[in-house]
């Protein structure tokens, strides 16, 4: 046995025997160094055995710390098959999320955005009103259809750290991410058509098939590996399905990586039934895992998937800078960009080319992805302290969005109403299922910095749904 396996079967036993109980910081790398006479490399190397036994986890500048064994046993359970396609609902639902105003302290937990008040941010702001004041006034015209030359050479540097080697010819910019599913969805599909998606799943997706007239098959997905290929198999030998759409990376709301070995067979289903898969990775980049999860269009040889992301959760949603890359369905997208908003903005794309060219924006995301990974340790302690016993809680590998769920008993529409009182909103789990599954569930937002004010909230939404349990 190697020197750094004893090491992690000594901490692995003290782990156990309740001597470093769950939360406590393990003693350091170079501690643990010069109490067991064993290089630093060594004792990294059994930290990583440690992490990969799910025992402990690394939180970035602050160390080791054991993990919460409740957290182990708690994650979300797998939805049960849909047995047919069905036509989309929940758009009165999705609609109240998104258009709920901004009042004056209210905790917003309910919506996927990104904190946007960081530092690392205000070089971005400078540029914006640099490429206002260009006297040629480049930015007040309309840009190619296909979006800024220099963002999308931009855009492709950074696909390589996913396996992506694209060239920016074959990128197209779109008005936000929104933009970019709907032209994917449209470039290979028709009113009528099956789409297959992962389950819960991303509510701007499935009603972007709403509106297009399409159905929804919902296949289960694993909260750690993603969709179940087992199940999409039975479901395209049942019905003519015509894409997969899912967020394999960083998925909103599971948060979960789909490991490449899955991502490989999935690609290899779609060549054996010869349909697209439309990826969304537009919460790729802030895997906490370096270098960031491969996507799946990096195995892909023959063009069949769409690549679908933005800058809306790595920067800034105002921005409305996002992009496809469509593969063999290019010159189709292209027409489908064309009749949908024809040359998206030019000034805000001026000025995220220049910000990834000077380097701000790599250490914009190093940041985030940081405060993200803290704030998830943060917030899933705060929902395990005041939740009833028995909730069941993601595992994010990303991001910054915790998807939770509670006793069946428990509507969390209604739950979303009674917090109102408190000026706390949430985001209901119906709105992530075409048919309207996950009413015990909701999906919490993490990103923002977190306070006291927050800890309050989290308490009253853990009280509301204990009442409201009690009154059941």
Known sequence: MNRYENLANVLSDRIEQGLYPAGIRLPSVRVLSSEHGVSVSTVQQAYRVLEEKQLVEARPKSGYFVKDARLQAALPAVCRPTQRPVDISQWDQVLELITSPHRPGVVQLGRGSPDVTAATLRPLSRLMGRAGQHQNLNAFHYDSIYGSEELREQIARLMIDSGSHMDASNILITTGCHEALSIAIRSVCEQGDIVAVDSPSFHGAMQTLKGFGMKALEIPTDPVTGISLEALEMALE???????????????????????????????????????????????????????????????????????????????????????????????????????????????????????????????????????????????????????????????????????????????????????????????????????????????????????????????????????????
């Open 238 to 472: 049942q019905w003519p399905v015509k894409a997969i759409q899912l967020t394999p990376n960083c998925n909103n709301p599971l948060g979960y990586n789909m490991p490449d070995d899955r991502k490989k067979s999935l690609l290899r289903l779609a060549q054996r039934y010869d349909i697209a898969i439309i990826e969304d990775d537009v919460y790729g980049e802030l895997a906490y895992q370096y270098p960031r999860p491969a996507t799946i269009t990096s195995f892909d040889e023959d063009g069949r998937v769409l690549l679908c992301s933005s800058f809306s959760k790595t920067l800034a949603p105002g921005l409305r800078v996002g992009w496809i890359a469509p593969g063999r369905y290019h010159d189709r997208a292209l027409h489908m960009k064309y009749i949908t908003t024809g040359a998206s903005a030019t000034l805000p794309q001026i000025a995220i080319a220049d910000f990834i060219k000077q380097g701000h924006y790599l250490q914009h995301m190093r940041r985030m992805r940081n405060q993200y990974q803290r704030n998830l340790c943060t917030m899933a302690d705060w929902v395990m302290k005041y939740f009833p016993c028995g909730t069941r809680v993601s595992r994010p590998q990303g991001g910054f969005l915790l998807w939770i769920e509670l006793d069946e008993r428990v509507d969390t529409q209604r739950l979303n109403r009674l917090l109102e009182e408190h000026l706390v909103q949430i985001a209901i789990g119906s709105i992530f299922s075409a048919s309207g599954k996950y009413r015990n569930c909701l999906r919490i937002n993490y990103a923002q910095p977190l306070t006291a004010k927050t800890e309050r909230a989290i308490q009253q939404v853990g009280l509301t749904i204990s009442q409201m349990l009690e009154n059941c």
